[in-house]
Each structure stands twice: as structure tokens, then as C-alpha cells.
């Protein structure tokens, strides 16, 4: 991949998840600190945000393995 399309991808992604996030409706702090609460809040009102942070953690790790891996 060049250098101008690797930087397009990347301009893309981040305008993406940008969006996505400031779409979010509410806040981030929960009303309630119960467990239970944040589990229903974590797969029902803040799903989208879950799912990029994971998405976010796997890619890292994944770039981390790879870059350590010996030549």
C-alpha cells in the first residue's frame, strides 16, 4: 500500500468513527453504579461505542504482535 492511499484509509476511518461517537445520545456516566446496570447500559445505549472500542483494542493488539514479532 503507498503512502497517499494509507493516508486516505486512515482519514476515512477516523471521520467515520468520529461521526459514529458524537451521534452517541446521552452521557457516559451512568446514573446508577451497580454492576448489572452498566452491563444493560453497555449492550443496549452505548453498543456502538463498545463495539468501536473493541474493534479499536483488537487492531492494537494485533499491530503490537506484529511489530514484536522477530524477523
Do not use: R
Request: proline share 3%; glycine share 8%.
Amino acid at each position: 500500500m503507498n503512502k497517499i492511499s494509507a493516508i486516505v484509509a486512515s482519514t476515512f476511518f477516523f471521520l467515520v468513527t468520529a461521526v459514529e461517537v458524537f451521534q452517541i445520545p446521552g452521557t457516559f456516566i451512568p446514573k446508577e453504579q451497580s454492576i448489572g446496570n452498566i452491563g444493560v447500559l453497555l449492550m443496549n445505549q452505548y453498543l456502538i461505542a463498545f463495539e468501536l472500542l473493541s474493534i479499536i483494542l483488537v487492531v492494537g493488539i494485533l499491530g503490537m504482535m506484529h511489530i514484536s514479532e522477530d524477523d
